[in-house]
């Protein structure tokens, strides 16, 4: 590398008032005060407060397509494994979505199966609900749509071990949310 090629930058020089970043601070609040006193409307609240959903007294479920879809119905919720005809769980134990999953929060452990159509069965399946950032990979990679994402959102626990569904959980899940249209 020639001397010539190299690039010498030196920042500006800053006044005493400008070093203090005064003119930037009153720059930005000059912003915010313009979009706070620009967004309020006739009723006197926010431009965007119709479009607000105000949860826990409104549900989406309530509003499911509103103005050109502000709340819209492809959200996803908890997860189910799903269960074939014979109520047996779905799953061949491929750990395809474990594979697929970018948070890692499935668990699982494979077992023989007893059953002739099959070589494997989820001894032990678990999904941490509160590492899930609910992407839908875990959904996708599935071979035999055994798990899905279900419209259910306001599911609480009161501890970590709670947020852990196991297979047993899953599978209820499975039975509450049958009529659902998975997501």
Known sequence: MRDEDVVVLTP????RYESAFLP????????????MLGNIGRDG????HDRVLQ???????????LDG???PGNFRGVHRLNKDEDG???????FMCSTACPAHCIHIVAEESPWDDREKYPKQFD??????????MCEEACP???????????????????????????????DQTIGDKPM
């Not at 500006?12 to 006044?15: D, E, S, V, Y």
């Open 88 to 94: 047996r769980v779905k799953c061949v134990a491929c």
């Open 144 to 174: 035999v749509d055994a798990i899905e994402l279900t419209p259910q959102y306001a599911i609480v626990g009161t501890s970590r071990p709670e947020m852990i569904f196991d297979k047993t959980k899953l599978l209820a899940a499975f």
């Open 69 to 71: 879809g502000i709340y």
């Open 127 to 136: 999904i941490d609900e509160l590492r899930c950032i609910y992407c839908g």
């Open 24 to 35: 930037a601070i009153f720059k930005g609040l000059g912003v915010t005060l313009r979009h």
């Open 12 to 15: 500006p020089n800053l006044g």
């Open 55 to 65: 949860y826990p007294e409104e549900r989406r479920e309530d509003h499911d397509v």
């Open 45 to 48: 609240k926010g431009a965007y």
